[in-house]
Nanobody, 124 residues
């Protein structure tokens, strides 16, 4: 079992920055693929960024490429999402997800463990 707790959300003006954190329980964090998803009101949950434990690679959605960066600190069992140049369309609840999967990293159904979500609101 893995428990995930997100933090760092809030209200920010367009062009601003936020850093989300996701703290994970468990002793094998380094062997979990970690990802961030987001869900805006009335929309489906979408992939934002992922960090594969097996390849060490990171992946970002086209909509956030160059603005958002996922990183992880295995010693702290924590994954981060640095969000810069925020836009009003980035407004959503952001969720941290974890799984041992090495495939289909961008699909929410690939993940068994989810955090409770943290709200990010970007004002224009």
């Amino acid at each position: 079992q893995v428990q995930l707790v997100e933090s760092g959300g809030g209200l920010v003006q367009a062009g601003g920055s936020l850093r989300l954190s996701c703290a994970a329980s468990g002793r094998t964090f380094s062997r979990y693929t970690m990802a961030w998803f987001r869900q805006a009101t009335g929309k489906e949950r979408e992939f934002v960024a992922g960090s594969s434990w097996s390849s060490g690679r990171t992946y970002h959605a086209d909509s956030v490429q160059g603005r958002f960066t996922i990183s992880r600190d295995n010693a702290k069992n924590t994954v981060y999402l640095q969000m810069n140049s925020l836009k009003p369309e980035d407004t959503a609840v952001y969720y941290c997800a974890a799984d041992t999967t090495t495939l289909l990293l961008r699909a929410p159904q690939s993940y068994d463990y989810w955090g409770q979500g943290t709200q990010v609101t970007v004002s224009s």
